[in-house]
């Protein structure tokens, strides 16, 4: 099987580059000229090189503009890329047999504190969400094509923890929002989940597969787990205005069962993650 990584040099993309080589023959694209990565632009996607997919690759397609402000402020441009091109490009690949994991978004599903599964309805919250959206209705039915609906994805080099690390580094307060909350997924758990996915593709029978992790995380307890790992780290609290949530629902509490299957093991809890991602360090209790 041959794994072929949409956006290779991104933030999953690159990591699940480096953790699928013991187990698939592993491509990766990237938009810009970059040594041994193919080149792909989705909006010259028809330059691609579809006679060479078959039944035997699996693309997981992680390439996208993810700035909810982005998506807002430049529309057009956003749904071109996101809906437009990326459609086309699912289109071709699956009249050549591939199959496709398109990385979806747990925003399509709208604020919901209480937790929720697959079976859930979706009520895309702002324009990146609806452009995922518009995105997974399109290949509806097609057994070739699955979404994952990510969560928010932690290591040691998110955004978010990037942007603590910074603060932390140059003696400033970070500014943490507050409601704000996730079911925060550590990226080796995404990384094992796509792996499997590939591997034993007939098992979910659904189109969807939420990553999220095992419980609701909100920034102000992301933090809080961080200052230890992260010597001088201070925070304050900031209660974002109301145009802050029109793309950023407050609270989505995703779960799954077919992850967990998947995986074989449960998810790994936020705290035993921070752990794992600062490993001489130890989270505050």
Same mark, same amino acid.
């Given at each position: 099987?041959?794994? !072929?990584?949409?956006?290779?040099?991104?933030?999953?993309?690159?990591?699940?580059?480096?953790?699928?080589?013991?187990?698939?023959?592993?491509?990766?694209?990237? /938009?810009?000229?970059?040594?041994?990565?193919?080149?792909?632009?989705?909006?010259?996607?028809?330059?691609?090189?579809?006679?060479?997919?078959?039944?035997?690759?699996?693309?997981?397609?992680?390439?996208?503009?993810?700035?909810?402000?982005?998506?807002?402020?430049?529309?057009?441009?956003?749904?071109?890329?996101?809906?437009?091109?990326?459609?086309?490009?699912?289109?071709?690949?699956?009249?050549?047999?591939?199959?496709?994991?398109?990385?979806?978004?747990?925003?399509?599903?709208?604020?919901?504190?209480?937790?929720?599964?697959?079976?859930?309805?979706?009520?895309?919250?702002?324009?990146?969400?609806?452009?995922?959206?518009?995105?997974?209705?399109?290949? =509806?039915?097609?057994?070739?094509?699955?979404? !994952?609906?990510? /969560?928010? #994805?932690? /290591?040691?080099?998110?955004?978010?923890?990037?942007?603590?690390?910074?603060?932390?580094?140059?003696?400033?307060?970070?500014?943490?929002?507050?409601?704000?909350?996730?079911?925060?997924?550590?990226?080796?758990?995404?990384?094992?989940?796509?792996?499997?996915?590939?591997?034993?593709?007939?098992?979910?029978?659904?189109?969807?597969?939420?990553?999220?992790?095992?419980?609701? #995380?909100?920034?102000?307890?992301?933090? =809080?787990?961080? =200052?230890?790992?992260?010597?001088?780290?201070?925070?304050?609290?900031?209660?974002?205005?109301?145009?802050?949530?029109?793309?950023?629902?407050?609270?989505?509490?995703?779960?799954?069962?077919?992850?967990?299957?998947?995986?074989?093991?449960?998810?790994?809890?936020?705290?035993?993650? #921070?752990? !794992?991602?600062?490993?001489?360090?130890?989270?505050?209790?």
């Amino acid at each position: 099987m041959r794994l !072929i990584v949409i956006g290779a040099t991104g933030y999953i993309g690159a990591a699940l580059m480096r953790s699928a080589v013991n187990d698939f023959a592993v491509v990766g694209t990237s /938009s810009r000229p970059q040594r041994e990565l193919l080149r792909l632009d989705l909006n010259a996607a028809d330059d691609f090189g579809y006679l060479d997919l078959g039944t035997d690759d699996c693309i997981c397609l992680t390439a996208a503009i993810s700035s909810p402000d982005v998506c807002a402020r430049e529309h057009e441009r956003a749904w071109a890329l996101n809906v437009t091109a990326t459609s086309h490009f699912i289109a071709r690949a699956l009249d050549r047999g591939a199959r496709v994991m398109f990385f979806s978004s747990d925003t399509v599903y709208g604020e919901c504190v209480s937790p929720f599964d697959e079976s859930a309805p979706i009520a895309p919250a702002g324009e990146y969400a609806a452009m995922k959206a518009a995105v997974e209705r399109s290949f =509806q039915g097609h057994a070739g094509f699955k979404a !994952i609906r990510l /969560s928010y #994805v932690f /290591s040691n080099d998110d955004k978010f923890t990037r942007y603590l690390r910074g603060c932390a580094e140059r003696g400033e307060t970070a500014d943490v929002f507050d409601p704000f909350l996730r079911s925060i997924i550590h990226r080796e758990d995404v990384l094992a989940g796509i792996a499997a996915l590939a591997r034993r593709w007939q098992e979910v029978p659904g189109q969807t597969v939420n990553f999220g992790g095992p419980e609701l #995380v909100s920034r102000v307890e992301f933090a =809080q787990a961080l =200052q230890l790992a992260l010597p001088g780290l201070t925070y304050k609290v900031t209660k974002p205005g109301p145009e802050f949530f029109v793309a950023r629902p407050r609270a989505i509490h995703m779960t799954s069962p077919w992850l967990v299957t998947l995986l074989g093991r449960p998810l790994t809890c936020f705290r035993d993650a #921070v752990s !794992i991602e600062f490993p001489n360090k130890e989270p505050q209790k």
